[in-house]
């Protein structure tokens, strides 16, 4: 029998966690034939609603899930870690300025990756979901210098699934005949989904739609879905940022589809001009368990602009955070 996998997921009692835990132990994040071993993070004050999770966990009596761990410390939580699924963050509230929302993160974040660095198997994987998803994982990847870089990605794909299910309906098309879409830049509002390169039946994707559905009703509602299901649903959303979060994973252990890609926020090697070291979307293939960036690709003026006002945006958030002496 293969040895169980560990695998960590911060922020377990809210309510990403509620959607995450229960598929990751009925084997839909490493596969039918891997063994899990949950380690639940919490602050102390929700250490308890963990342990009621992990209640239920037990009452499912998954046969892949091998043992739950709850604690409050991070330097136990990642400890021998192979996947590590940061959900749990400090989101903007109200009034709240930019640099308070990362530093708060920082406080996060960086104990997080020192936590990482100090503990973590040798091949650890990190997938951060917690906002503002980017720029928290290049804290946790500043504070573990010997984990390398790429291990720390965070999380676009929900946007991306966002993206193929719009173009889908609006061609009346399955989605599976689309191939190829691409999340550009930052998890924000500022994000470029590129239907440029996406294909419909091997037909580029931006040919057929208008142009005013691409540029006024497309982008925008892939970048403020968040907020349409806060306003329809009364609470943000949780299950497709949890299945989000298992498609990222999924992909980057088993490999992506041939002749296909998806999108991923990896740290960048400037490619496309995107500046080194930033955690930015790209259009990604995933080979033997490595995210690769999708090279070669022709970028027009239109996606051009998009593409480097999301990475000004990313650059900016780098620098706020140096400032706060994080990197
Ligand atoms: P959720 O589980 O709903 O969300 C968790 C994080 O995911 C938020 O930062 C949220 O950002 C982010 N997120 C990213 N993408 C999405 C998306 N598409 N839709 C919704 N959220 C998204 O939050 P809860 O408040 O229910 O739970 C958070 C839990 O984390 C709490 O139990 C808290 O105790 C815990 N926590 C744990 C920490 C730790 O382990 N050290 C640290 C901090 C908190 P946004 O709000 O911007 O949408």
């Not at 010997?146 to 291990?151: L, N, S």
């Given at each position: 029998p293969t040895a169980p996998v560990n695998v960590v997921v911060t922020g377990a009692a809210g309510q990403i966690g509620y959607a995450l835990l229960f598929r990751i132990a009925s084997g839909q994040l490493l596969g039918p034939d891997t063994p899990v071993r949950l380690r639940l993070l919490e602050i102390p004050q929700a250490v308890k609603a963990a342990e009621g999770v992990a209640l239920e966990l037990e009452d499912c009596a998954f046969p892949l899930l091998s043992g739950i761990d709850i604690t409050d410390d991070a330097t136990a939580a990642f400890d021998g870690a192979n996947v590590g699924l940061l959900v749990g963050a400090r989101p903007r509230t109200k009034g709240m300025e930019r640099g308070d929302l990362l530093e708060a993160n920082g406080g996060i974040f960086a104990p997080q990756g020192r936590a990482i660095n100090a503990g973590a198997a040798d091949d650890i994987r990190v997938l951060v979901v917690g906002n503002p998803a980017n720029t928290n994982a290049l804290i946790a990847s500043a504070a573990a210098p010997?984990?390398?870089?790429?291990?720390f990605t965070a999380m676009t794909r929900l946007d991306h699934n966002r993206a193929l299910a719009q173009l889908s309906s609006k061609l009346g098309v399955p989605l599976t005949d689309i191939k190829k879409l691409t999340i550009w830049g930052n998890h924000s509002a500022t994000q470029y989904p590129d239907l440029y390169h996406a294909e419909v039946g091997g037909k580029i994707a931006a040919e057929q739609v208008e142009e005013s559905w691409l540029r006024d009703e497309f982008i925008p509602r892939v970048a403020k879905r968040g907020a349409e299901i806060i306003e329809v649903r009364g609470a943000s959303s949780a299950a497709s940022a949890a299945n989000a979060a298992i498609d990222h994973v999924h992909d980057w252990v088993n490999g992506t589809p041939e002749g296909d890609w998806t999108s991923a926020a990896i740290p960048s090697d400037g490619s496309y001009g995107v500046a080194e070291g930033i955690i930015s979307s790209f259009p990604v293939t995933s080979v033997n368990g490595e995210w690769k960036i999708v090279q070669g690709l022709e970028i027009n003026d239109f996606s051009r602009e998009r593409i480097d006002a999301s990475v000004a945006e990313l650059v900016e958030e780098r620098e706020a955070v140096k400032g706060l002496g994080l990197l």
């Open positions: 010997d984990v390398p870089a790429e291990r």
